[in-house]
């Protein structure tokens, strides 16, 4: 079940990490909705992207376009994105979704495995949106969403590189808020708590029941359930809420 936005309907929204779970859950759902979806993807990955785009117009997006950068690579990223925005109309959303985890306690941690997870959780958020906000200081009314997630909040025990990101991403998505809220450019962080995407089927099958003991639904949300809160948040629906981070966990975190 979702609701029906007409403002999203040809709304240019670019999503990162739509591949698979959650992002493409979000492009899924803009794609009902009529817009037009950009995404990225990741080099030898163009015959999955095509079949994507293939699958986002089948559910009704107006169009559907593939741009590859790695978001860790932050002068491809900016290669791509001013090509694109030469070459193609504005983009007036965002989702910063693509996201990684490596679950390891600190005694543990390597420092490669802490760049790398700082850098495409959260310093990839920062420099993509960094290259699009000339293009939407031009073209307002724009909505940004920044996929955090409920342990940025509340912390968890073997995850402090993962943690640590997403508590950034809330920070930086609280600073774009009052920077940016004048020229119409709004920025909100949503928190999933356990979502059923390739991350969580991860988990072995023990610690999900572990989970769904602590979680007062009972069970994991589904992309699908997050990809309605992204709609709302893009659509100018909710034109009066930035700076706010939004936890869609099923009550895990109350
Ligand atoms: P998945 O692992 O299912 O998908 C991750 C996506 O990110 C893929 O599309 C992947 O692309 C892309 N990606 C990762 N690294 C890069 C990179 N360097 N460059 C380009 N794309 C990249 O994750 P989920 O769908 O589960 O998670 C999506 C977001 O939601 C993440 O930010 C995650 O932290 C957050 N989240 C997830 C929760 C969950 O329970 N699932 C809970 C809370 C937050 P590719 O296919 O090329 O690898």
Partial sequence: ????????????????????????????????????????????????????????????????????????????????????????????????????????LLMRLKESDLSQVIDTNLKSAIMLTQCLTR?????????????????????????????????????????????LASKKIRANAICPGFISTDMTDELPEKTKEAYFEQIPTGRFGTPEEVSNLVNFLLSDTSSYITGEVIKIDGGLYI
């Fill in 135 to 179: 293009n939407f200081l031009k073209s307002g009314p724009v909505s940004i969403v920044n996929v955090s997630s409920v342990v940025g909040l509340m912390g968890n025990a073997g995850q402090v590189a993962y943690a640590a990101s997403k508590a950034g991403l809330i920070g930086f998505t609280k600073s774009l808020a009052k920077e």
């Fill in 1 to 104: 079940m979702s609701a029906t936005y007409n403002d999203l309907s040809d709304k240019r929204i670019l999503i990162t990490g739509a591949s698979r779970g959650i992002g493409k859950s979000i492009a899924l759902g803009l794609a009902a909705q009529k817009a037009h979806i950009v995404f990225n993807y990741r080099e030898g990955k163009i015959d999955q992207a095509k079949a994507i785009c293939d699958e986002l117009l089948s559910k009704g997006a107006s169009s559907a376009e593939a741009i590859e950068f790695d978001i860790t690579n932050f002068d491809q990223v900016k290669t791509a994105i001013d090509g694109y925005l030469e070459n193609h109309g504005p983009i007036t959303g965002l989702v910063n979704n693509a996201g990684i985890s490596k679950n390891q």
